[in-house]
């Protein structure tokens, strides 16, 4: 879908206004009225700035069913932890005999909840990302009129869409699900688990007793003791690493600090919004869709710019060049695009000259008018 890239996003969702004459039928003067353009023109069809509302309204329902979905998957997630915690919890303590080991495999078994939950952590975070786009650019920009969005939300949204990336890492994701569930689920396991050995069935009277009895089978206890020792260091490190770590765009994070006093931290903080704000405020990142510069080599040259123009509101250079094989001039066109607008590039070349010649080269980057704009 294309439109007019030489309007900002208030025309864009507004719609431009054009003067039209009305002539008076009684002779009078003539006064204008104002006729809105459409949103959007596309094979045919006009997409007008409420029928634009009305989608991105569907749009934001959509995406926060989705987001739900995944939310109630990450609470099963966690619902299967504290159930086979409590099972196996029970089940140890009710023995006398040395079931710990039961204990063990349970904090297996909550690790590997732990890696499924931070997957399902990674898919919410990725709806819950389009939705805080539709909120901080869209419905929050309409309660504060004039309406406007800011310049890059709409290729940040359709980029997502296009090629859709989780918004956060693996490691985060396992981060702050270890610290806000299984951190404590794993820790209750760990300390019944060492109360098992040591009062169960008598307590034991040094710490080569307790070690004996965390055999395993042929494992030593001092072995098993050490493992578990391990895993527990690795967890609580890891809890710790990631806790700079703020790219979740569906967390409550620090909320802003405008009203409070400037003291010595905050004037030592990097940046300017971070003084006044504080750190770890929702920043939403950015994205655009890749860009191309494409040659379009036609003997109607004229016409396929026309075309061009009219079809994908591109601007068109034209350059003369000549063909060395059929020694007779040509004409080389050059347009820049975005990854959408391609195969509208070839439909509106093939329609005026079926042999034409399209070349789509990448650009690592196009700045001006309908792009990234210079001031960014």
Same mark, same amino acid.
């Given at each position: 879908m294309c439109y007019n890239q030489s309007k900002d996003l208030t025309g864009?969702?507004?719609?431009?206004?054009?003067?039209?004459?009305? #002539?008076?039928?009684?002779?009078g003067e003539t006064h204008e009225r104002p006729i809105r353009e459409p949103v959007w023109r596309y094979r045919g069809y006009e997409l007008r700035p409420s029928e @634009?509302?009305? %989608?991105? /309204?569907?749009f934001y329902r959509g995406e926060i069913q989705r987001a739900n979905t995944w939310r109630n998957r990450l609470d099963a997630t966690t619902n299967w932890a504290i159930v086979t915690t409590a099972a196996v919890i029970s089940f140890a303590l009710a023995e006398s005999t040395n079931t710990h080991a039961v204990l063990l495999i349970n904090m297996v078994l909550i690790l590997i909840f732990l890696w499924i939950e931070a997957r399902r952590y990674r898919y919410f975070e990725l709806f819950s990302y389009r /939705?805080?786009?539709?909120?901080?650019?869209? @419905?929050?920009?309409?309660?504060?009129?004039?309406?406007?969005?800011?310049?890059?939300?709409?290729?940040?949204? %359709?980029?997502? =869409? +296009?090629?859709?990336? @989780?918004? &956060?890492?693996k490691w985060e994701a396992i981060g702050r699900r270890l610290r806000r569930n299984y951190l404590? &689920? +794993? *820790? &209750?396991? $760990?300390?019944?688990?060492?109360?098992?050995?040591y009062s169960l069935p008598v307590p034991a009277l040094s710490y080569q007793e307790f070690a004996a009895r965390a055999a395993i089978g042929p494992v030593t206890g001092m072995i098993v003791l050490e493992v578990v020792g391990i895993i527990a260091t690795i967890l609580i490190l890891t809890a710790m690493a990631t806790l700079r770590l703020h790219d979740a765009t569906g967390e409550i994070?620090?909320? #802003?600090? /405008? @009203?409070?006093? $400037? *003291? &010595?931290? !905050?004037?030592?903080r990097p940046s300017v919004h971070d003084r006044v704000y504080g750190t770890g405020v929702w920043q939403r990142p950015t994205a655009r869709r890749d860009e191309f510069m494409t040659m379009v080599i036609t003997d109607k040259g004229n016409a396929v710019a026309e075309k061009v123009m009219q079809d994908l509101n591109r601007g068109v250079t034209a350059l003369n060049g000549e063909g060395m094989y059929t020694q007779q001039a040509r004409q080389v066109l050059l347009c820049a695009l975005t990854e959408t607008e391609i195969?509208? =590039?070839? !439909?509106?070349?093939? %329609?005026v000259d079926p042999g034409g010649f399209v070349i789509v080269l990448p650009a690592s980057e196009i700045a001006g008018r309908g792009f990234q704009p210079f001031e960014e």
């Open positions: 864009l969702l507004e719609g431009s206004v054009i003067m039209a004459a009305n #002539p008076n039928p009684n002779g @634009f509302a009305t %989608a991105m /309204v569907h /939705v805080r786009l539709l909120e901080t650019d869209f @419905f929050a920009a309409m309660l504060v009129p004039p309406f406007q969005p800011s310049a890059d939300w709409a290729e940040t949204l %359709a980029t997502s =869409l +296009l090629r859709p990336k @989780f918004p &956060i890492s404590a &689920i +794993l *820790g &209750i396991l $760990l300390l019944v688990w060492v109360f098992k050995l994070l620090e909320q #802003p600090k /405008v @009203f409070q006093g $400037l *003291g &010595i931290e !905050r004037v030592l195969d509208d =590039l070839k !439909r509106a070349v093939h %329609a």
